[in-house]
């Protein structure tokens, strides 16, 4: 089952779960304002179906997910172009052939969560193999509630992913902050430390906010990691932009990570 428009596009996973339609809503911002196609695939893997009858309950299963992600997509109102297809394989083998070609790939947290290569889900295990960007995207606490972005957060000391939160949250209309991390000895120093660490913070951010003005910008000296600050000041709609190999990590802090490869910065 396909339909489908030439050039990239943004791949949702989709497999039924309600996290796997959050990640399809999710992505409807970042489809219009590509002005490319929205691409919903479900994978279905022919090794857990071992008769032809299991083969066809799990394609209308699949076929199920795909319209209900479509419904949902349709429903925001939000005119985007949405293809979708029914790829028989590995789940994240699949998805990764997909990310190939992909600007974007969005996936739930769970539903295709379910683990991978030991205790590694998909998810996060297609976090750090992609070849594009990849958006992990949390359920919402509350059923009624749409997952929309009401602050981006960022490591301004990794410059690599910066733009890309820059980015974000201007598409978003959310508020940017960027985080500086003292280590060492300029962990426990609040004097010269601090100061250090704020000039270097404002200097790392000056050409951004130069390119985004209108991007609101909070910015914070961290003790430890981003990761205990986002644990301590827990938001909903949270956005962490981070890179692919601090995503196992961030997963479980943040509302929703995207995690970006360095080859495609």
Known sequence: ???SYPGPAIVVGVDGSRA???AALWAVDEVASRDIPMRLVCVVDPQEASTAQACETRLAAARTALADARRSVDATG???KVETEIVCGRPLTKL?????SAAMMCIGSIGLNHACHGETSVAISLARLAQCPVAVIHEPARRSATPKVGSVVVDAGNGMVLPHAFEEARLRAATLRALWVCQGEDAHDAGDGTRSAQAQLSRRLARWTRLYPGVR???AIVRGSVEQYIRAHPEAGQLLVTDCHTAEQASNAAHSVLAIRCSNL
């Not at 990764?96 to 190939?100: A, G, H, N």
Request: avoid cysteine; proline fraction near 6%.
């Open 1 to 3: 089952m396909s339909n």
């Open 20 to 22: 796997a339609r959050q």
């Open 78 to 80: 939000v005119p985007v």
């Open 96 to 100: 990764i052939e997909e990310s190939r």
């Open 217 to 219: 910008v909070e910015s």
